[in-house]
C-alpha cells in the first residue's frame, strides 16, 4: 500500500530544498540540474531533456532561462546546421561551483531517503554528478 501522507511529506521536504536552492543561487532545482547535467558532458538540449525526464519544452523553458543569465550559450552542431550545443558559461561554472560547495544541507527526510534507497554506482560518489 502507498503511504500518500508519506509522499505528501516528501514533496514538502523537496519544495523546501529548492526554495533554499533558490535563496541562495537564484537557480530553480531543473536549472541547477540542468547545468550540473552540462557540466556532465550533456551538450544536446535533446539529450538533457531525456536525462531529466522533462518535455522538450520545458527544457527550452529551463535553457532559455539559463542562457538570459548568461550561464549558458547556444551554438549550431559541428557539421549540422539544425543541431543545437549547450555549453556553459564561466559565470555558469562558477554558480555551480557556488552551489556545490556552499553549507546547504538536505532536509533529514530527503537525506534519510538518499541514504537507503540510492544504490552506489556512478555519480553516487560524493562528486555531485547528474
Known sequence: MIDLCAIR?????????EQELKNRTG????EAMALCAIK????EPKALASRMELSPSRMTR?????????????????????????S??????????AYCCCDMELPPLLLSMLDSHVPD??????TNAF
Open 121 to 126: 554506482g556512478p555519480g553516487n560518489d560524493g
Open 40 to 43: 556532465n558532458g550533456a551538450t
Open 62 to 86: 529551463v535553457l532559455d532561462g539559463l542562457e538570459a543569465r548568461k550561464f549558458i550559450t547556444r551554438g549550431s552542431m559541428p557539421g549540422d546546421r539544425r543541431g543545437v550545443r549547450v
Open 9 to 17: 511529506k516528501l514533496q514538502i521536504a523537496l519544495r523546501e530544498f
Open 88 to 97: 556553459m558559461t564561466r559565470s555558469g561554472a562558477d554558480i555551480v561551483a
Open 27 to 30: 537557480l530553480s532545482l531543473n
